[in-house]
């Protein structure tokens, strides 16, 4: 006899913390799963909490707080039993004192309370920090289907699938073992490229493998430097994709257990990016918003070169915030072009944001007058022309201390890797929007930027990149070729090769690779004083990335 069992994904966009706010967003999508005809709705990692909570985790009066809502939300559900993500005492002895928790709840009562197993700590993870990992599998019968519960990381651990696991238990395989007819895996997974069809490939392999259904239902939205992308989905039995809600929206979908199809008889398939660099533009979207809203800011203010890093970020906060709320200030030099000011001022036309000029040309000799006494008439060098990037980053912070906006600061990850960058200069800013997208992508997500019309001037794409510092300066005076210094920097920082790893693969110089591994590590002192930086790699600069600055080592 076939069961029928309609199950809604409910992918949400929560906030750390904001217990009130995330109970009424799960309430809201809770009826709507109701009136859509659903038997259960399904709600990501920790979403009664938000995720990553971090060391909030840490204190008694969150966790009491989280069990507490937990609690009233049970309350204000309507008639549909319904899975959510939260923290809960763990009740060990010993060890941590919090579980990474799911529970089913059902007309007022917790059914089914399940503990995650596997606790991820690598890149950015921390959760065996904080969580007391779980025992035993998390099973509950319902419409006769026998539900086999997971969390996140316990479906990342198939030895059919990954050539080498982290762990020696796999939930997933427990649970099928002992019963489980379907699987359902809530999940708070950060977005970096290509991992959304990682995801889909390692669900669809655990389908077809385990010949059950599979739901898998991930968090939306940005969390300080994290962007988690959504993209929930479902498999039948035979590993067919049956349901998929947007990538980085809200979302809700209906799949059928039994026969994998919606209400309607159809399924709900949404379409997802058609391409890396639309995920990419679309997860930097999504992070600097609600980064920007979550914050509680509601304006940004961007540095206008005439450059295509400061020309990407305006115009991401253009499209994320709307033109309305974003200001754009050039700040010419003594060695800036008319050029470059030109391209800044049709940027701002083209975007409709509000544009203003300051030049800094007498702030700027009045500096060299103070300092050339103390200075004891020694040459000048890049002193003086950090100075200038100084001076630009005191005027967009006064700006920013003025008019109460965020500072957006516009280097990217090839910049920042080898320290072409100023302290207080032009890293000063409250978020660093591409400093995790390679100087490489930005030319690719700034002709995405135009794919509907010119926005973005041609001028900005076609010129030599330069910090106009000094005369004639461009950026390759000083690094490699772009496409050069990307590979080596990929290669190095997501893929860890040591520099004669590097020259091997790539048939590159020895000592253009050296020289760029000595530069990111003497740099690492400048990248922990870096805004947060939205991740969208394998490996950011930030919290997944944790080198000492005092460090002699040497490959």
């Keep these: 006899m076939a069961f029928f069992m309609k199950i809604a994904l409910a992918q949400t966009n929560t906030t750390v913390g904001d217990f009130n706010g995330n109970v009424e967003r799960i309430v809201k999508f809770a009826r709507c799963a109701r009136e859509r005809g659903a038997d259960l709705v399904v709600f990501p990692e920790l979403a009664l909490c938000g995720y990553p909570p971090r060391d909030l985790v840490e204190k008694p009066s969150f966790i009491a707080r989280s069990e507490a809502e937990l609690d009233r939300l049970a309350q204000l559900l309507p008639d549909i039993r319904a899975l959510v993500g939260y923290v809960r005492r763990s009740g060990a002895e010993q060890g941590k004192q919090a579980s990474d928790a799911a529970a089913l709840l059902y007309r007022g009562k917790r059914v089914l309370d399940y503990s ?24 509950y019968a319902i419409e006769g289907w026998q539900l086999g519960v997971t969390i996140c990381e ?5 030895k059919n699938f990954w050539k080498k696991q982290l762990y020696t238990r796999d939930p997933v395989e427990e649970a099928v073992r002992a019963g489980a007819k379907l699987l359902l895996n809530i999940a708070s997974s950060p977005f970096t490229s290509g991992k959304i069809r990682l995801r889909h490939d390692m669900l669809k392999a655990i389908a077809i493998e385990r ?59 949404r379409p997802g990016p058609a391409s890396d660099v639309e995920a990419i533009y679309q997860a930097l979207l999504l992070g600097l918003r609600d980064y920007v809203s979550k914050c509680g800011f509601a304006k940004v203010i961007v540095g206008l070169s005439g450059g295509i890093d400061s020309s990407l ?14 200001l754009g200030v050039s700040m010419p030099g003594p060695y800036s072009s008319s050029a470059s000011f030109r391209d800044a001022e049709t940027l701002a036309r083209n975007l409709g944001i509000d544009f203003r000029a300051i030049p800094i040309r007498s702030i700027f000799e009045d500096y060299l007058v103070t300092l050339d006494p103390a200075f004891e008439d020694r040459p000048r060098d890049a002193t003086e022309e950090n100075i200038q990037a100084r001076i630009r980053g005191n005027i967009l912070m006064a700006l920013s201390n003025k008019f109460r906006s965020l500072v957006l600061s516009t280097g990217n990850k090839s910049e920042l890797a080898v320290g072409y960058c100023t302290l207080y200069g032009d890293m000063a800013g409250g978020l660093a929007v591409i400093a995790d997208v390679p100087k490489t992508m930005v030319y690719d997500l700034a002709r995405y930027a135009n794919r509907a019309s010119e926005r973005i001037p041609a001028a900005c794409l076609e010129k030599a990149p330069s910090a106009e510092l000094r005369p004639n300066q461009t950026d390759q005076d000083t690094l490699p070729p772009y496409d050069v210094l990307d590979v080596i920097l990929r290669a190095y920082i997501e893929e860890n090769l040591c520099a004669e790893e590097i020259i091997e693969k790539f048939r590159l110089d020895s000592e253009l690779v050296e020289q760029t591994v000595r530069r990111v590590n003497s740099a690492e002192y400048k990248r922990q004083q870096a805004a947060p930086a939205l991740k969208v790699t394998a490996k950011a ?15």
């Design 313 to 326: 970020v305006v115009t991401l906060a253009a499209d994320a915030l709307g033109p309305e709320n974003v």
């Design 211 to 269: 010949q059950v259904p599979v739901v898998y239902v991930n968090q939306v939205g940005g969390n300080d430097q994290l962007v988690f992308d959504g993209s929930s989905m479902a498999f039948n039995a035979r590993g067919e994709l049956c349901a998929r809600a947007k990538s980085f929206e809200e979302d809700l979908v209906i799949f059928d257990a039994a026969d994998g199809l919606g209400p309607k008889g159809e399924v709900e398939v």
């Design 541 to 555: 600069f930030g919290t997944g990335r944790r080198y000492p600055i005092a460090n002699k080592f040497s490959e």
């Design 154 to 158: 316990d479906a990342w651990n198939d």
């Design 116 to 139: 995650k197993i596997l606790l991820a700590f690598y890149d950015v993870f921390d959760e065996s920090r904080y969580f007391e990992p779980g025992n035993s599998a998390g099973l």
